[in-house]
């Protein structure tokens, strides 16, 4: 039956995005929404750090708001948080093994699927990235993936001019 609501209520809860939408605009509870899903896509494992320890939703907050940020994504993660939290509200006080459950359960639906993936794409991005850009919190990416940063790294954000 939930995977039936949240179908529906895909088509019934839209959040408007508009031009000047900014992160800091952003309801709290969306933001803990994603992270708790991207902590059950990212779990800690003995080598690989979590969602939350590597940043997934700083940099989110960080990029979102940037001009070249793709509109149509962050509709897909904002909205689908909204109806995932709607759908799924034990998912909250639900243990790991249940949340792990509850986002098979999401994954299901075409809708919940694509969200789900959308979330995947941006925490690799998020644990792969230059730090500069909000993730990859101690290069914890990084150093769990044994990777070594191709240099010159990034002094300014998006390509921005240098003063020499």
Same mark, same amino acid.
């Given at each position: 039956?939930?995977?039936?609501?949240? +179908?529906?209520? &895909?088509? $019934?809860?839209?959040?408007? #995005?508009?031009?000047?939408?900014?992160? =800091?605009?952003?309801?709290? /509870? +969306?933001?803990? &929404?994603? $992270?708790?899903?991207?902590? #059950?896509?990212?779990?800690?494992?003995? =080598?690989?750090?979590?969602? /939350?320890?590597?940043?997934?939703?700083?940099?989110?907050?960080?990029?979102?708001?940037?001009?070249?940020?793709?509109?149509?994504d962050l509709e897909l993660i904002?909205?689908?948080?909204k109806i995932f939290a709607e759908?799924?509200?034990?998912?909250?006080?639900?243990?790991?093994?249940?949340?792990?459950?509850?986002?098979?359960?999401?994954?299901?639906?075409?809708?919940?699927?694509?969200?789900?993936?959308?979330?995947?794409?941006y925490g690799i991005e998020a644990?792969?990235?230059?730090?500069?850009?909000?993730?990859?919190?101690?290069?914890?990416?990084?150093?769990?993936?044994?990777?070594?940063?191709?240099?010159?790294?990034?002094?300014?954000?998006?390509?921005?001019?240098?003063?020499?």
């Amino acid at each position: 039956m939930k995977r039936r609501t949240f +179908i529906k209520l &895909t088509s $019934l809860s839209p959040i408007i #995005i508009n031009s000047y939408m900014m992160a =800091k605009d952003i309801d709290e /509870k +969306i933001w803990t &929404t994603i $992270l708790e899903v991207q902590n #059950i896509l990212f779990p800690k494992t003995s =080598k690989m750090p979590s969602a /939350k320890e590597f940043g997934s939703v700083s940099y989110l907050k960080q990029n979102i708001d940037h001009q070249t940020f793709d509109k149509d994504d962050l509709e897909l993660i904002l909205n689908g948080a909204k109806i995932f939290a709607e759908t799924f509200p034990e998912f909250f006080k639900a243990s790991k093994s249940d949340k792990l459950e509850i986002v098979k359960q999401a994954n299901e639906s075409e809708y919940g699927n694509s969200w789900l993936n959308i979330l995947v794409y941006y925490g690799i991005e998020a644990m792969l990235s230059d730090p500069i850009y909000g993730g990859n919190k101690f290069q914890s990416g990084w150093m769990a993936l044994k990777h070594k940063a191709g240099m010159p790294r990034p002094k300014k954000k998006y390509g921005a001019k240098i003063d020499l």
